[in-house]
């Protein structure tokens, strides 16, 4: 073999190699930011759900509402305090939902006395207020947003639905009610 047919394999191989490699890159890269949310919906168990830290009741650290999102389910995140009157009442009935629906729902508390920066950004006004994500990770468009006591808060510029909140204390009837009409499955 000569030369020529040496160079000419090594750049065949080569050109080959290369975007092969590029591919494995890329796929490595996606694996890496999303390999958490594999499997999740699908194949979210209560088991599974209760070793996952997307799913424990109170949030200490950081709200990522994105990642929660990403398991297509529908969320209530309840923002109040610890030492609030209405929100010492609903705290049972958060619990209860959390431990009930783990891996049906995402039911989370915020402490806004505790952890007021998880709460910016967010249309807080009282405590307890509740924040509501239907499972297409959208604010939750309830059929009638007066009968259930729902606030709706649109952009001021786009006129697109950002929020959907509750102020006040809610029953588990209540939760889920809302919950079901987010697409809650049973």
């Known amino acids: 073999m000569d030369n ?9 191989a080569l050109k080959i190699l290369i975007p092969i490699l590029v591919v494995v890159a890329i796929g490595a890269v996606w694996f890496a930011k999303n390999g958490a949310n594999i499997g999740n919906a699908d194949s ?13 009741l109170e949030v200490t650290e950081e709200l990522d509402i994105e990642s929660l ?9 309840d923002f109040g305090a610890d030492s609030c009157i209405p929100c010492k009442e609903m705290a049972p009935v958060l619990k209860e939902l959390n431990e009930e629906l783990r891996g049906k729902a995402i039911v989370k508390f915020v402490d806004v006395w505790k952890y007021p920066q998880l ?11 509740q924040v509501f994500f239907d499972t ?16 709706m808060y649109s952009h ?12 006040g204390g809610m029953t588990k009837d209540m939760l889920l009610a809302a919950l079901t009409e987010m697409g809650l499955e049973e």
């Open 156 to 167: 001021r510029e786009t006129n697109e639905h950002v929020f959907t909140t509750h102020q």
């Open 119 to 129: 709460a910016d950004g967010y249309p807080i006004q009282v405590i307890p207020t």
């Open 44 to 56: 979210m168990t209560p088991e599974n759900a209760d070793a996952n830290p997307d799913f424990v």
């Open 69 to 77: 999102k990403a398991y297509g389910l529908p969320i209530i995140i």
């Open 4 to 12: 020529n047919t040496k160079k000419t394999r090594s750049a065949t």
């Open 136 to 151: 297409e990770g959208n604010p939750f468009a309830p059929s009638d947003p007066e009968a259930s006591q729902m606030i």
